[in-house]
């Protein structure tokens, strides 16, 4: 199949090899960068929490990162897990893949800590984990990391929609979702970007492409990476 893949380049053309290791022809089209934010991390933290593989690499050259990547870290999933190991993170436990599973590990392992966990986080989030943390009486403290910005079409993508070549585009977050569509109606060609398939990491993400009027919207079976590549056939 020829794909479309919106999202940041370095997450775009680790997902671009899976799919091309299976046989399909894809374009890495970033419609977001991500950027670092500053922020004070310091405290006394009894573990960190990472919802993305934004994250650890966000904080890579912040003063406090030796000392945070000492202390137990929580992960979403697979892929925030091996980039918290990469970044140096050397106790890393990993959730099931989603925020709940993620809230429940927590409560299991940290229900009596004494200071409170460092959720390390990005500027845009689909859940309030710091207050599901705390209606479980588990004390977490947020700060924002890192940021993803807004990028247009690239020209590849837009000679691809016009010429009818994107079989299907996939969508890891609503905010690519919703990019994906500002940059459709910016460069005038929403049907164009309508067409083809839409395959979502998830109901939610689905939703702005349902509304604009996307007709063949598949959702992935888990909230993962491989589950959404397993759309593809």
């Known amino acids: 199949m020829r794909l479309a893949v919106t999202r940041p380049q370095a997450d775009g053309e680790r997902t671009a090899t899976a799919l091309r290791a299976r046989g399909h022809q894809v374009l890495v089209a970033p419609l ?82 004494r200071e409170p966990l460092l959720y390390l986080a990005g500027e845009d989030r689909a859940a309030d984990l710091t207050g599901e943390l705390g209606a479980r009486g588990i004390a977490a403290e947020m700060r924002v990391v890192y940021r993803a910005v807004t990028a247009p079409y690239p020209p590849p993508l837009v000679a691809a929609l016009k010429a009818g070549e994107i079989d299907a585009v996939l969508h890891f977050s609503k905010r690519s979702a919703d990019n994906y569509l500002a940059g459709a109606r910016a460069a005038g060609l929403l049907a164009q970007a309508l067409a083809p398939r839409h395959l979502c990491l998830s109901p939610q993400i689905a939703e702005p492409l349902a509304r604009a009027g996307a007709r063949r919207i598949a959702i992935a079976a888990r909230p993962d990476e491989a589950a959404l590549i397993d759309l593809v056939s």
């Open 32 to 113: 977001m960068k991500v950027e670092p934010v500053a922020a004070d991390l310091t405290g006394g933290w009894a573990g960190i929490i990472i919802t993305s593989a934004n994250a650890p690499g966000a904080i890579a050259a912040h003063t406090a990162r030796a000392a945070l990547s000492k202390l137990p870290a929580y992960a979403v999933g697979r892929r925030s897990a091996e980039a918290a190991r990469q970044a140096g993170f050397s106790e890393v436990t990993t959730a099931g893949g989603d925020v709940r599973d993620l809230v429940r590990l927590i409560a299991e392992r940290h229900a009596d800590a």
